[in-house]
Nanobody, 125 residues
Framework: VQLQASGGGLVQAGGSLRLSCAASGGTFSRHTVAWFRQAPGKDREFVASIFRGSGTPYYVDSVKGRFTMSRDNPKNTVYLQMDSLKPEDTAVYYC???????????????????WGQGTQVTVSS
């Protein structure tokens, strides 16, 4: 499956953005999907994931209560609604998908075989 992320931009602290990730070329519903982010000089970080066959999202603690991940399987699209953005949320955001992850591994990037190109999110203070 090929992934195309969009929706990034520049926003002031406290603002909102909605990222989208459109998938093509595969059976999207069979994939676990996730958002990761990478800030300059830092390692890639898990943000959120929805395990295949489940509608329940999992979040890194730093975004709980502010970010909402959802998926629309008929549209082959996942979303990341980001509210109450902070300067520390500034990063390139990547969507990822994989079919062979187990639930205990969804926060690790190594299990995801398909990656989008990334979209820049910049939050100004």
């Amino acid at each position: 499956v090929q992934l195309q992320a969009s929706g990034g931009g520049l926003v002031q602290a406290g603002g909102s953005l909605r990222l989208s990730c459109a998938a093509s070329g595969g059976t999207f519903s069979r994939h676990t999907v996730a958002w990761f982010r990478q800030a300059p000089g830092k390692d890639r970080e898990f943000v959120a994931s929805i395990f295949r066959g489940s509608g329940t999202p999992y979040y890194v603690d730093s975004v709980k209560g502010r970010f909402t991940m959802s998926r629309d399987n008929p549209k082959n699209t996942v979303y990341l609604q980001m509210d109450s953005l902070k300067p520390e949320d500034t990063a390139v955001y990547y969507c990822a998908a994989g079919t062979n992850l187990i639930l205990s591994s969804i926060t690790r990037s190594v299990g995801y075989t398909n990656w989008g190109q990334g979209t820049q999110v910049t939050v100004s203070s």
